[in-house]
């Protein structure tokens, strides 16, 4: 498959190009969150609300995004988290990494409610 250059290694040729990007996508989005905390101390965590503790779960090599739309505060909150649950029961996801993955389908309205928490107010997803 030509244009796969960046491609993770342990992603098999057969993935749709859809779901690379995803992944990609989700990689992305939990680097720069990481990147955002890493060794600064808990006070200046520039507004992120999850506590280190959520931050420490490493990333699976196979993690995969959930394959819902995006949250932007205009639809049911409980039909968006519904889905959520309902996508990741497969991917046993971590608590840290279940209240990452969370956070990238998010948008708009979600976002900027989400960037107004407190820092280190979310301790696990049952609190998210």
């Known amino acids: 498959m030509a244009g796969r250059q960046g491609a993770p290694p342990f992603i098999p040729q057969e993935v749709p190009p859809q779901w690379l990007a995803r992944f990609e996508h989700l990689q992305k989005s939990l680097q720069d969150v990481r990147y955002q905390i890493e060794g600064a101390p808990e006070e200046e965590r520039k507004g992120l609300p999850f ?4 931050m420490a779960d490493e990333l699976p090599m196979n993690c995969r995004t959930p394959a ?8 049911d909150p409980i039909e968006h988290l519904s889905r959520f649950e ?14 990452c993955v969370f956070l990238t389908t998010f948008a708009w309205a979600a976002q900027q409610w989400f960037n107004q928490l407190p820092v280190g107010a979310i301790e696990s997803f049952q609190e998210f």
């Open 51 to 54: 506590t280190e503790a959520v």
């Open 68 to 75: 819902i739309t995006e949250y932007d505060g205009t639809t």
């Open 86 to 99: 309902n996508a990741t029961l497969l991917h046993q996801y971590t608590d840290g990494i279940e209240c």
